[in-house]
């Protein structure tokens, strides 16, 4: 039954707004293609949250999954069967896979995925932790670190609305956090492993401060890359994980759960993905 179902015309889809942007389709073609996956076409979709119920109740049976991205990763979850412990410990779903008997379950590989990408470098466990930002990219930080992180993870946000939340994510997670003024935020860097989770250009002013001897940056961006902070970090013998890191082993985790077939081509489709952006 397992081959014929490898065999047969399968769907899945990327859905979000905006979406134009999304290296998702080349890294799943990539990987049906090295898996011998003919008949599988992966496609993405501007999708809102109001267009989404529609959609997924217009799903048929040749389809195997969805990739979820902003705005869509909270809006899917009252849409679905069942959620997993670790989409609902963010609530936040970013993968739909369809089961044998017809049911939709979400799930979060953001978290693993952070924690594959960290690991492929090295590292496995750190002491303390910062955070740069406090939106949804956070809280899936945060929750890798519960992984990984034995002691306090420091926080820079911007407002003391976030600092609530972000502590309100640490209790939930189990992570000792504290919260700092962003105005602070280049004592951040001085912390054995960096997260930063804002949008492009908000840390362009902290490359400065990037200390003589850095230890590990993790960006979550791709695009531009490398973003100021991740250059002047590099130039500076520091580690740098990229969000082209996390983007590949989060879709990873995508494929093999989608394909049932495992383990997924890393280096395929990260290939795929970076001659992707460097024709951009």
């Avoid at 002691?151 to 600092?163: C, H």
């Amino acid at each position: 039954m397992r081959a014929q179902e490898a065999e047969a015309r399968r769907r899945a889809a990327v859905l979000g707004s905006p979406i134009a942007h999304s290296l998702s389709p080349v890294l799943h073609r990539a990987a049906y293609q090295n898996l011998g996956l003919a008949e599988w076409s992966y496609d993405r979709f501007e999708i809102d949250e109001a267009a989404l119920p529609g959609f997924v109740e217009r799903m048929g049976p040749e389809w195997a999954g969805l990739s979820l991205t902003m705005p869509l990763k909270r809006a899917i979850m009252p849409l679905l069967d069942e959620v997993s412990e670790t989409a609902a410990s963010v609530e936040a779903v970013n993968t739909v896979v369809r089961t044998d008997d017809g049911r939709l379950v979400g799930d979060n590989t953001d978290i693993p995925g952070m924690v594959a990408a960290l690991r492929e470098r090295g590292i496995e466990q750190v002491g303390s932790a910062a955070i740069l930002g406090a939106g949804a990219t956070a809280s899936s930080a945060l929750a890798a670190l519960a992984r990984i992180c034995t002691g306090e993870v420091v926080a820079y946000v911007r407002s003391a609305e976030r600092a609530a939340e972000m502590r309100q994510w640490g209790e939930r997670l189990d992570v000792e956090v504290r919260t700092a003024d962003w105005a602070d935020a280049e004592q951040a860097l001085r912390a054995p492993l960096v997260i930063a989770t804002t949008p492009a250009g908000s840390t362009d002013a902290l490359s400065h401060a990037v200390p003589e001897r850095p230890a590990t940056l993790f960006d979550v961006l791709y695009d531009p890359w490398p973003t100021d902070l991740a250059a002047r970090w590099s130039a500076y013998g520091g580690a740098v994980v990229s969000g082209l890191d996390l983007l590949v082993h989060q879709a990873v985790l995508q494929v093999e759960q989608m394909t049932r077939r495992s383990p997924a081509p890393l280096d395929a489709m990260r290939k795929a993905g970076e001659q992707a952006l460097a024709a951009r």
